[in-house]
């Protein structure tokens, strides 16, 4: 399966915690975005990354929140000290394409569970 | 205001007729414009995209899209029971990443 892998799929903590989810993108897919997803709203734009830089911040990203893309391929997001405001499906996507008008390929997201 | 606006639904249609989903946005510098369909517990698959003002038609699927209204609409010809999903409106508003609505729910009757 070449498609967009996201690990855990699954994750119940307790409020305090941190986790961390992995995305691993399409091969050669430059761009790679981490999105937000409540149950009855669209995906919310948190973060994204052209190679290893990190070019953009959602205001929705708050200091508990880090992602990184070392080397330019897989990428991390970590949640420190978890709220159960931070539940959500987390998703990632990436796209081929440099420019701003690419199709997103979406993974089948990590869902956060904060008691 | 919104930057994307969908009408969340569900949208009720009985199969075979069609489906008219529709979208506003807010920022006029917007270039191109995405729909995305989720199916339940699934994540986002793209299916259709459109940059100019007119429509475009792809098998059972059409956008139109009209910049001076900032509307954009996805119209499902003779729809299935397998189209029953939420359809996600996204725009490409000048920002680096999609901006998505929250999502029409669509559902066909047989």
């Known amino acids: 399966d070449t498609g967009v892998s996201q690990d855990p799929r699954h994750k119940i903590t307790k409020r305090g915690q941190n986790v961390t989810f992995r995305c691993d993108p399409i091969s050669e897919h430059n761009r790679l975005y981490w999105y937000r997803q409540t149950l009855g709203q669209g995906p919310e734009f948190l973060t994204y990354f052209q190679n290893e830089a990190q070019l953009e911040k959602s205001r929705l990203l708050s200091d508990r929140f880090s992602a990184e893309r070392p080397k330019g391929s897989f990428s991390t997001l970590e949640i420190q000290r978890t709220e159960q405001g931070d539940s959500a499906m987390y998703l990632c996507?990436?796209?081929?394409?440099?420019?701003?008008?690419?199709?997103?390929?979406f993974g089948e997201g990590s869902r956060l569970t904060v008691l | 205001q919104k930057e994307v606006e969908q009408n969340s639904g569900p949208l009720s249609v009985p199969e075979g007729a069609i489906a008219s989903l529709n979208c506003t946005y807010s920022d006029r510098g917007s270039q191109s414009f995405f729909w995305y369909r989720q199916y339940s517990g699934k994540s986002p698959e793209l299916i259709m995209f459109i940059y100019s003002n007119g429509d475009k038609e792809d098998g059972r699927f059409t956008a139109q899209l009209n910049k001076a209204s900032q509307y954009v609409s996805l119209l499902i010809r003779d729809s299935q029971p397998s189209d029953s999903a939420t359809y996600l409106c996204?725009?490409?508003?000048?920002?680096?990443?999609?901006?998505f609505g929250s999502g029409t729910r669509l559902q066909v009757q047989p």
């Open positions: 996204a725009v490409n508003t000048g920002r680096r990443a999609l901006t």
């Open positions: 996507a990436s796209s081929l394409r440099a420019d701003d008008t690419g199709e997103l390929f």
